[in-house]
């Protein structure tokens, strides 16, 4: 923010930085609430969590300014699109109900197959370690912990780095709206309190979104390493290839929507782009200019496309990429 | 025509960070969450970190 000396940070907040033996202590709950499947969640039956999941989901709703809000301020995503998170998040949350109720109901058949008669049910993993990445901290996050819990897991949830401060309104929620050790949640440092949990082999399931090299550095901590079930969503590189006969005005339209929503910081971005040799000359001009036509600032703003990165070591890397592009001869057109 | 644009993209960045009291009012963070709680086993525990340095903070 601007001040009368300058411009200055302003701190919006802080969080606890656990160590280990925290971290093990929500393990040993979630291990507790599980007891090898014979806890009282795990065998609740399926309407019963239903209950416990729509209770916490009215409970989010009723935190949903405050989510939104710190949402915002946390990773820069423009208010539409964090408000957007949220309520595609409760979307998320009810649709996952309707599925296990699918599921509950096909399941509830019997199978003929080869004189055999057979009941297909699904039952839970166990406990569940839960990391969710910082680009969309609460529904990509949620979009493990709802099927996980809903299934009868318990679960230890650690925030990622940033999108951490939308958890606290939550915390009530999570201690009200279920059984105890169902659902842990635990703060700091990812190098210092995961290792310890994957090394105690006592995690079932890992839920992972990030990059594929801290999820392989994550399961090889593993000691039984086949034992573990794995749930992951890991970085894409996605191309948009744009033809002759394309129509240009659609072509740049996406092409700007593609690469840089929410800043580009989206796993399914356009990373880059293939245009036909024939009409490069034309798209790169019109590109440029939506791409000059975009309006950047606070997140609050109205109409805002491009707004602040969270990491304030980002824009150092990201002009070192630049860098070492034109390096090897690529050439600016902004 | 992109040399005419740069001053003025100069000045958009220049203008980009707003003092405090422009932000409006239904987006203001009053005061910073100085978050203590985490949840073990179905209770909200307290931290118990004194020293400032060690919480993470966020910019």
Known sequence: VKTTDGF??????????????????????AVVAYNN???HWPTMSVSGRIEHIQ????????KKQEVVNLLMWEIGKSYPDSEKEFDRTIAYIEDTIDALKNLDRTNSRFVLEQGIIGQIRRAPLGVT?????????LNETFTTLIPALIMGNTVILKPPRLGVLLNRPLLEAF??????????????????ITPP????GKVDALAFIGSSKAASSLKKLHPKPHRLRSVLGLEAKNPGIVLPYADLDLAVKECVLGTLSYNGQRCTALKILFVHSQIIDV?????CDAIANL?????????VTLTPLPDIEKPKYLTELVEDAKHFGAKGCQ | MQLQEKPQLQAKINSIFPDESSIPVEFRLSDPIHQTEYLIDGLLRHWEGQDKKSLHQFM
């Open chain 1, 8 to 29: 200055s940070q302003k701190v919006i907040g802080s969080v606890p930085t656990l160590s280990e033996k925290e971290a093990l202590e929500a393990l040993d709950a």
């Open chain 1, 37 to 39: 499947g014979r806890g």
């Open chain 1, 55 to 62: 209770d916490f989901a009215y409970r989010m709703k009723e």
């Open chain 1, 129 to 137: 370690l839960c990391l969710g990445p910082t680009n969309y901290p």
């Open chain 1, 175 to 192: 201690r009200d709206a279920f059984p105890p050790g169902v659902v842990n949640v635990i703060y700091g440092k990812g190098r210092d």
């Open chain 1, 197 to 200: 949990l994957m090394a105690s």
């Open chain 1, 283 to 287: 798209f790169l001009e019109r590109f």
């Open chain 1, 295 to 303: 309006k950047f600032g606070m997140p609050w703003e109205k109409g």
